[in-house]
């Protein structure tokens, strides 16, 4: 009887054994199946995007990345973003460790953040409209780097009148430029701190040099790979001993 017993026992256990070895065995092939599912299939300039976790997180260590900052983002759940801007266009990444398993998942998704807003203007190719200068039509367009501030830049000029120059962010003289909008800075504020998605726009005209100061840049790559960059209505500001003079700009480069 008391052999009867202990072999029941040892049966039990042996049963409960593999049971909860076949438990353990789903769990960890469900962990291994967990994944980054952003919230919306694309994201605009000015939306929220949050990234969450797809599969079984409790009890594991968590941690976000992003490929352009060196630091950790968070070790939730999920990340979040309230603002977009180009500046958080990239590849994010998130590193998931389970102490229960003794294993780990690496996800990652490419997030593209696209223009909330188009050109408003429509300028001819390689001309530009000035509000109280002369204007550039079917200048002279030339692209290179830029000795002074060192990054690429556009170039138009015409015999006889003004000539402008737009500066692209140092970043790009060593990566593929990036089609869409770009912030206007000011040319002393376009460094290797500000954001990449950043230009400057200057011009010379009669002795005054004007730097601009307000609005956007769209920049494209045409049929045949060249850049067009296209901006309307930039303000810009210029002064000649006391006196203040100002313009707005609304064009259309390409690189030749």
């Known amino acids: 009887m008391k052999f009867r017993i202990l072999l029941f026992l040892a049966n039990v256990f042996l049963l409960t054994s593999c049971f909860e070895k076949d438990n353990d065995d789903k769990q960890c092939a469900d962990f291994k199946k967990i994944k980054i599912v952003p919230d919306q299939a694309s994201y605009k300039v000015g939306e929220t995007m949050e990234l969450n976790l797809e599969g079984p997180i409790d009890g594991t260590s968590i941690n976000w990345y992003y490929s352009k900052e060196a630091f950790r983002l968070g070790t939730g759940g999920y990340y979040k973003e309230t603002y977009l801007t180009k500046d958080h266009q990239g590849w994010y990444y998130v590193n998931v ?30 001309s530009v409209e000035f509000s109280s200068l002369s204007d550039i039509s079917n200048g002279t367009v030339s692209f290179g780097k830029d000795a002074s501030l060192g990054s690429n830049h556009f170039s138009i000029g015409q015999w006889g009148g003004p000539d402008l120059k737009l500066y692209l962010h140092p970043s790009w ?17 376009l460094t290797s701190a500000s954001s990449r998605y950043s230009v400057a726009i200057t011009t010379i005209s009669q002795s005054v040099y004007y730097v601009a100061y307000e609005g956007s840049v769209f920049i494209s790559k045409n049929a045949s790979g060249k850049l067009v960059a296209k901006f309307c209505n930039v303000k810009m500001q210029g002064e000649w001993g006391n006196r203040t003079f100002t313009t707005t700009a609304s064009g259309t480069l390409v690189q030749p």
């Open 97 to 126: 460790h389970s102490p229960y398993c003794q294993d780990y998942v690496l996800d990652s998704v490419f997030i593209k953040i696209e223009d909330s807003e188009t050109v408003s203007c429509n300028i001819k190719n390689n």
């Open 173 to 189: 003289n060593s990566n593929p430029i990036e089609e869409g909008k770009y912030q206007i800075v000011t040319y002393s504020g």
